[in-house]
């Protein structure tokens, strides 16, 4: 499975985007990207998921390189509720074989600031 | 909207003591999972079930740890005899097939302290 890098803290200001990087260098073609999040003393939350397109939703936009090595999840209005642990995720799609168990690292510490 | 339970919330047990927690998946999720996390880190996978079947338990710990879904819908994770390093949140989570790209729907966690 393709190991992930992140950040291990960000600061954000209230109100504007929060710009959150992962580098995935040895992901593979078939090797979706997800994020979660987790508030604190709660269980982790998904957010959004790719292969190569960019995506959006109403948490979040997800936007990926062309090559793949790396993406971006950017939260357009950061509000201190999302204060929290992000973290970006490898999983292999089922014409892999795999499982969809979820390998968490240590991920980013987001603190919106007021 | 539908949530996983999980209880307790917390729990302080001593040192060699048993230990059980509980988990109750969204409805009409086949799959469940149990997942540790230590302070500090990220969640760990312990164990996997589709249904009442076991699907992974690399992870888990079997000389002191079980896990059993024995009617395809709760489950409980049970420790025997607990031990310090046990300190830890132990989340649950569900998902409707286990399929590859579905996403996975957390519980609020048990908060294990050993004393």
């Known amino acids: 499975d393709a190991k992930t890098t992140q950040p291990p803290s960000m600061d954000c200001a209230e109100g504007r985007a929060a710009n959150l990087p992962c580098n995935h260098s040895t992901i593979s073609g078939n090797e979706y990207v997800y994020w979660y999040r987790q508030i604190h003393s709660q269980g982790p939350q998904y957010i959004i998921h790719g292969l190569k397109n960019n995506e959006t939703n109403e948490m979040a936009s997800l936007i990926i390189t062309e090559d793949r090595k790396s993406s971006t999840l950017i939260l357009p209005h950061a509000t201190l509720r999302d204060t929290a642990v992000y973290y970006c995720i490898v999983i292999p799609s089922q014409f892999g074989g795999a499982t969809n168990k979820l390998i968490f690292g240590t991920g980013t510490l987001l603190a919106v600031q007021p | 909207e539908a949530e996983v339970a999980q209880s307790p919330r917390y729990k302080i047990t001593e040192k060699s003591q048993a230990v059980a927690f509980w988990c109750d998946p969204i409805?009409?999720?086949?799959?469940l999972y149990w997942y540790r996390q230590i302070l500090g880190q990220g969640p760990e996978l312990l164990v996997q079930?589709?249904?009442?079947?076991?699907?992974?338990d690399s992870q888990l710990p079997k000389d002191r740890f079980s896990a059993e879904r024995l009617k395809g819908v709760d489950s409980t994770l049970k420790i025997q005899p607990a031990e310090l390093g046990d300190s830890a949140m132990y989340l649950c989570a569900s998902s409707l097939a286990g399929a590859a790209q579905e996403t996975q729907y957390f519980g609020p966690g048990t908060r294990l302290l050993v004393l």
């Open positions: 079930f589709q249904d009442e079947s076991v699907v992974d």
């Open positions: 409805s009409g999720h086949a799959t």
